[in-house]
């Protein structure tokens, strides 16, 4: 395999571990802490997932555990969009097992949650492993976006876990992938099959968060890669001096990365989804401000600019968040009728036709080709996929016709960009690579300790690696009931933006100054080398959930 000067030297990192850890999982005993309830609806989750709901927060101290040196063999899934760190969770998981008994042996399920379905796996070995160490890409297995959600799929999984004598399995992935882990572990239970199911918490969205996960892996890398293509563009626009540049990024439901490549770059402007909704503010709402702003500067001289948009940004507008559960529900109910459609037009006249007419209001006032974006293939879950949605095109045409109704649009020329993919697989920062690992080796601790219905928690995040926390809490404690294709569904409650809490306040203090002036600040390539406080920093907000 031909492979980058940076590679080679990435595969001599060591990733640091959490002291607790370091003793291996024979050496540790668990600490059970209160019993824990959901997120919301606690009665209807508990009536869901009566042999995993209440169960208690789970840390460790020093003592002998015996047990953990049995001979495991243990599944892992890697489930959902890529996020930087995986393999460093897949290399935590395997020292772990490999410190516990050498005779231990990893089954890597191929393509995601399907792998498992089709028997389809490779033995992860040191060997084999070696190649993917402290680097990017879910390529060691693959993933997948396969839902396991009923009973002949439960009943497979265990049948090729059985066959394979694998008493856990470890499902790395996002808040939809752990909810699938949640339901497993307890029909597993229900059923007395006698596996184990785990989790690992990963997207780069950072919405995947509560008290005892304070980022999801990810979210550190991809923020960073966001915020050194922001601030290049935004010395390029300070250097011509004739763009307004409108970013687009990835957050399909929170704006957490927006508002931490924010924090790294103090652009013009950056909308906070949460914010808008909070506030109620209409599409025309978040449209006056923006000409304000870039009025404002134009006054002062000054043509251009750069503003973020997270790209869930659409579903907090009220009038748009309507329009979209409207028709999400209405594409569900009519699936057959509206799949049998080819022609454009049709699909919007067929959608419009069966709207509420506020809604149909809003639908028909859209260009056609955002209207065709709303209306584009649903995602496994059945909401729409505002990855698909350009919504920087859209606003800046709406800003365009307002500046140019004010007599203020003659020199307003805009740029439009979209950064997402670039940061789903870059290599981890030292950060990642670090939390990935401990993530993983923790999976293993929680396996020994033949807990169930457990997500690997590591905590203290913003201190030194060997000061961090570990320990495991229930999935069901992060559940609420939601509607998804049409039905109420348990599923991990979404952590988005608190706009009480420390980094929107601080964003919110120094926004109006960023606004006006030209305040750029630059963050640079990912520096995996040199001092702890460039090479080893974690997310500005981070650092100010934990006051440091």
Same mark, same amino acid.
């Given at each position: 395999?031909?492979?980058?000067?940076?590679?080679?030297?990435?595969?001599?990192?060591?990733?640091?571990?959490?002291?607790? =850890?370091?003793?291996?999982?024979?050496?540790? $005993?668990?600490?059970?802490?209160?019993?824990?309830?959901?997120?919301?609806?606690?009665?209807?989750?508990?009536?869901?997932?009566?042999?995993?709901?209440?169960?208690?927060?789970?840390?460790?101290?020093?003592?002998?555990?015996?047990?953990?040196?049995? %001979?495991?063999?243990?599944?892992?899934?890697?489930?959902?969009?890529?996020?930087?760190?995986?393999?460093?969770?897949?290399?935590?998981?395997?020292?772990?097992?490999?410190?516990?008994?050498?005779? @231990?042996?990893?089954?890597?399920?191929?393509?995601?949650?399907?792998?498992?379905?089709?028997?389809?796996?490779?033995?992860? !070995?040191?060997?084999?492993?070696?190649?993917?160490?402290?680097?990017?890409?879910?390529? #060691?297995?693959?993933?997948?976006?396969?839902?396991?959600?009923?009973?002949?799929?439960?009943?497979?999984?265990?049948?090729?876990?059985?066959? &394979?004598?694998?008493?856990?399995?470890?499902?790395?992935?996002?808040?939809?992938? @752990?909810?699938?882990?949640? %339901?497993?572990?307890?029909?597993?239970?229900?059923? @007395?099959?006698?596996?184990?199911?785990?989790?690992?918490?990963? *997207?780069?969205?950072? !919405?995947?968060?509560?008290?005892?996960?304070?980022?999801?892996?990810?979210?550190?890398?991809?923020?960073?890669?966001?915020?050194?293509?922001?601030?290049?563009?935004?010395?390029?626009?300070?250097?011509?001096?004739?763009?307004?540049?409108?970013?687009?990024?990835?957050?399909?439901?929170?704006? &957490?990365?927006?508002?931490?490549?924010? =924090?790294?770059?103090?652009?013009?402007?950056?909308?906070?989804?949460?914010? #808008?909704?909070?506030?109620?503010?209409?599409? !025309?709402?978040?449209?006056?401000?923006?000409?304000?702003?870039?009025?404002?500067?134009?006054?002062?001289?000054? &043509?251009?600019? $750069?503003?973020?948009?997270?790209?869930?940004? $659409?579903?907090?507008?009220?009038?748009?968040?309507?329009?979209?559960? +409207?028709?999400?529900?209405?594409?569900?109910?009519?699936?057959?009728?509206?799949?049998?459609?080819?022609?454009?037009?049709?699909?919007?006249?067929?959608?419009?036709?069966?709207?509420?007419?506020?809604?149909?209001?809003?639908?028909?006032?859209?260009?056609?080709?955002?209207?065709?974006?709303?209306?584009?293939?649903?995602?496994?879950?059945?909401?729409?996929?505002?990855?698909?949605?350009?919504?920087?095109?859209?606003?800046?045409?709406?800003?365009?016709?307002?500046?140019?109704?004010?007599?203020?649009?003659?020199?307003?020329? *805009?740029?439009? &960009?979209?950064?997402?993919?670039?940061?789903?697989?870059?290599?981890?920062?030292?950060? !990642?690579?670090?939390?990935?690992?401990?993530?993983?080796?923790?999976?293993?601790?929680?396996?020994?300790?033949?807990?169930?219905?457990?997500?690997?928690?590591?905590?203290?995040?913003?201190?030194? /690696?060997?000061?961090?926390?570990?320990?495991?809490?229930?999935?069901?404690?992060?559940?609420?009931?939601?509607?998804?294709?049409?039905?109420?569904?348990?599923?991990?409650?979404?952590? =988005?933006?608190?706009?009480?809490? +420390?980094?929107?306040?601080?964003?919110?203090?120094?926004?109006?100054?960023?606004?006006?002036?030209?305040?750029?600040?630059?963050?640079?390539? %990912?520096?995996?080398?040199?001092?702890?406080?460039? /090479?080893?920093?974690?997310? #500005?907000?981070?650092?100010?959930?934990?006051?440091?």
């Amino acid at each position: 395999m031909n492979i980058s000067v940076l590679q080679e030297a990435r595969y001599g990192y060591k990733p640091k571990l959490p002291t607790i =850890l370091t003793s291996g999982a024979c050496k540790l $005993v668990p600490v059970f802490g209160k019993k824990t309830s959901s997120a919301a609806d606690s009665e209807a989750i508990a009536s869901l997932f009566p042999n995993t709901y209440g169960a208690p927060i789970v840390s460790y101290a020093q003592g002998e555990n015996n047990g953990a040196k049995t %001979v495991r063999n243990v599944g892992v899934i890697l489930s959902g969009g890529q996020a930087p760190g995986g393999h460093n969770v897949i290399s935590g998981l395997f020292d772990a097992m490999q410190a516990a008994n050498p005779e @231990n042996k990893l089954y890597g399920f191929k393509g995601g949650p399907s792998g498992i379905l089709k028997d389809d796996y490779r033995i992860i !070995d040191a060997e084999y492993l070696k190649e993917f160490r402290n680097t990017g890409g879910f390529d #060691i297995i693959g993933s997948g976006r396969t839902k396991l959600e009923t009973v002949e799929q439960f009943e497979t999984c265990a049948k090729v876990c059985k066959k &394979h004598e694998i008493g856990a399995l470890i499902i790395i992935g996002g808040d939809d992938s @752990n909810t699938n882990a949640a %339901v497993l572990a307890e029909y597993f239970l229900e059923k @007395n099959h006698g596996i184990q199911v785990l989790g690992c918490p990963k *997207t780069i969205d950072g !919405d995947l968060k509560n008290e005892s996960i304070e980022i999801s892996f990810g979210f550190d890398t991809a923020t960073k890669t966001y915020a050194e293509l922001v601030g290049n563009i935004a010395r390029d626009a300070n250097s011509a001096k004739k763009y307004w540049h409108f970013i687009r990024l990835m957050g399909r439901s929170a704006s &957490h990365i927006s508002l931490e490549v924010a =924090l790294q770059t103090q652009p013009n402007f950056c909308l906070i989804g949460e914010e #808008i909704g909070a506030k109620n503010q209409s599409l !025309d709402d978040v449209v006056d401000e923006l000409v304000r702003i870039i009025a404002a500067r134009a006054d002062d001289g000054n &043509h251009f600019g $750069v503003g973020l948009i997270p790209e869930g940004v $659409v579903e907090f507008i009220p009038e748009i968040k309507v329009l979209i559960q +409207e028709i999400n529900t209405l594409l569900a109910k009519e699936e057959k009728a509206f799949g049998a459609i080819e022609d454009d037009h049709e699909k919007i006249r067929f959608v419009t036709d069966l709207l509420s007419k506020a809604s149909a209001h809003v639908f028909s006032s859209f260009p056609e080709a955002f209207r065709l974006q709303l209306l584009a293939d649903r995602d496994s879950h059945g909401n729409v996929q505002v990855s698909k949605i350009e919504t920087e095109k859209l606003l800046s045409s709406m800003v365009e016709e307002r500046l140019n109704k004010l007599g203020k649009g003659a020199k307003f020329q *805009t740029l439009h &960009h979209f950064f997402g993919y670039e940061g789903r697989c870059a290599f981890p920062t030292n950060f !990642d690579a670090d939390y990935c690992y401990s993530l993983g080796y923790n999976a293993f601790v929680l396996v020994a300790q033949n807990l169930t219905g457990y997500l690997s928690s590591v905590t203290h995040l913003a201190k030194p /690696a060997s000061e961090w926390q570990a320990g495991g809490i229930p999935i069901t404690m992060m559940m609420n009931m939601e509607v998804r294709h049409g039905e109420s569904k348990p599923v991990i409650r979404k952590a =988005l933006v608190e706009l009480d809490g +420390e980094p929107f306040k601080y964003f919110a203090s120094k926004r109006d100054e960023w606004a006006r002036k030209t305040a750029y600040t630059y963050p640079g390539a %990912v520096q995996y080398f040199g001092p702890a406080e460039v /090479a080893d920093r974690t997310t #500005i907000t981070l650092a100010l959930e934990q006051g440091r």
